[in-house]
């Protein structure tokens, strides 16, 4: 009998979570892993903390070589293989090989597209200078701390101020450089409440960050060596050494193209609950889909290697021949902000008027007794739908202790438990670690009040 | 129209909490809070660490004195009051007013009685010396401090390893003290799974706690000043200069024997799910009752303040004329041992094979990404059950982030969660706080294998 071909087009969160679990699932298919760059299972998410130190080395992002991989999970895995197209009533891929810049077929029985996300560009003169940088791969990573190393920058300018300008501007702070952070809107990260947003953007003027808010970059000044000397803008103009440029990303759905298939609303690739393409033979998973938020059932754009790793597993399953669903998210996500501990959980309140009459409470509590060494406050703001009295969304934020209380609110949220529920829940206490009523119950306690 | 008076007897978190909401719910009502000790509102729990001198002042462990949780709580306060009998037809009460060594009436229309636990006693001569200290009253802690400063004792004997023996050989040894834990089974804290006791036995021994397993004590031999000098076990003889006994605690029923009112079979007081007794008019929460446990559905004897806490509220919600209910608890507790943050949340597999078929899975798995720092390793036992795939019980125990952790499988639980829907769960990730797979996923996918 001919073995099952499964062929994965991307090799970072979504791919090989994907290419691992086919191969685990139906040990008589082939699985193929095709690259386009050198490295596979690289940790994008890491490199704030490796420009920062935190991290010493940049070759411990590399979680699997291609050779450890393939050994491991039994995944034949092609590196600098770039997929220029799918042809898909062939079942056929051509692909570049960039060793040898000569084009192959692959034929596939089952393709898993994980072409991922590619940064936002600005679209000025001056974007691709030497001292530009997004920050979305191995090689940007090792690029900039070469140029650190090479040039030594004093002065570094940060475009956008989501999680990734913001983990970047903590990093440069850390390397004691001088940062400035210019972003689009009035206060960083749109995806969270307006307090907390205003929290941050505290946070970062305290540890020495210029924030420039409500700003468009209109134009780079490029020296006579390549580099840009000046960030114009229509609030001014600011010198620099180094410019990040970290606006977002959108899907990567080129190659998806050249196969007719449909995309979503979002402008990404349309999946269903088995992460199949509207092509049977293809599914996807990771920053080039959508994904289904399962608190407000809406299908949504959110880039997160959460998502793309476990949204992986079940295309891989599936391609090899299973029969599992993915549910879908509901935007769990945390930053540190210096000495800050940031997260969401699910809808955020501006999401959740769209279809709900919101009642939202705002609290300050303690992370452990008042009086234990190590105490902190916490700010947590929790979002319900007035109607159903489930828990929607919240925010969460403080010193510390706020991160990890997120995920005992993910999980309520999942279980679309109410609020009643919720303030009625045996939780821990015990002085090291919590106090006798944690902060998710006096907020819960609190909302209450209002409904 | 006459005042709905409402008498509370007991003042510590059941006592504190049912009295604070009765007055809140019902500002009609006239609420009574009488107390037999000179303090109300006292963090128990606190107790180790102020001796240990985390906590530096004895005061701060008293969270409202009299005065002001009269003040601000609206609440009539009697300390140094005590409740000899209950005299239900008439709903009388005998009170001695120990001010005045008198007896008084009081009338009520809704009791609660919150009488609390009392400590186990060893039954041994010797007992009642003047260096041998429970762990359960301001009292104690005031004595213990008092003994420490005028004796300095050097070798301290603990008899009892559950928490407050195990958190109490903690503080001694930041004190310097040689610590002898004398326990009556081969492993402390039989609440947790055996590999988790086996890894609180080897912090307590590599921080210096002498821990002697599987020993009876059987008598203590006092100095002529009537201080013990020697325990004498079946083990052998160990000197000492201070003794702790916390071997357990004992519901105190006392009072609520003198009206008649049904024990169940745990022997702590019945109360039903608005946290009444059997007797109409009369409420009862906290270390004196029982409790439904929600996984199993038993009425079980789980003295802790948590639960206290927050039946007290119902007990004073409905005391006032309220119709709240208390769906019970699942038994989520958590204890430092030095270095290691442990917590059980749920069943043990002990109780859960009782009524389920179970499959377990213990995973090692680390806190943040491996190369982060500040990453440790943590330890995490599911138990599942077999046929409905629920999680039903967890232990959780490591260096960091192990206990927050307990509270996102304390929802889990709560919510009657298949593993299959917790291993899908979205989680935070952030190098900072937590790695792409969190130790939960890893877990719950790992079990998952074997169902």
Known sequence: MK??????????????????????????????????????????????????????????????????????????????HKVEKIIPNKRKLVVRDLNKSEFKEFSYDKLIITTGALPKKLNIAGEDSGNVFPVRSRDNAKNILKYLQTENPKKIAIIGGGFIGIEMAEAFRKLEKEVTLIHQFSLPLEILEDETRECVLKELTANGVNFIGNVKTEAFITSKKGKVEYVITNKGTFETDLVIVAIGVDSNVALAKTAGLRLGKTGALFVNNLQRTSNDNIFAAGDCCEVKNIVNGKMSYIPLATIAARAGRVAGENAAGGNTKFDGAIYSVAVRVFNLEIARVGLSSAEASQIYKIVT????????????????????????????????????????????RANTLAIAIQNKMTINDLAHSDLIYSPPFAPLWDPILVAANQVMKKL
């Open 3 to 80: 073995k099952r071909q499964i062929v994965v087009v991307g090799g970072i969160a979504a791919g090989t979570s994907a290419a691992a679990k086919a191969a685990r699932f139906n040990p008589h298919a082939e699985v193929i892993l095709l690259e386009q760059s050198e490295t596979i299972s690289y940790g994008v998410c890491e490199i704030p903390y490796l420009i920062a130190g935190e991290i010493k080395e940049e070759e411990k992002l590399v979680i699997f070589s291609p050779e450890k991989f393939s050994r491991q999970k039994g995944v034949t895995v092609k590196t600098l």
């Open 361 to 404: 409470e705002t609290i300050v509590s303690d992370s452990k007794i008042p009086f234990m060494p190590g105490n902190k406050k916490i700010t947590l703001k929790l979002i319900i739908d007035q109607i159903s009295k489930r828990i929607i969304g919240a925010n969460i934020y403080g010193e510390a202790g706020a991160a990890l």
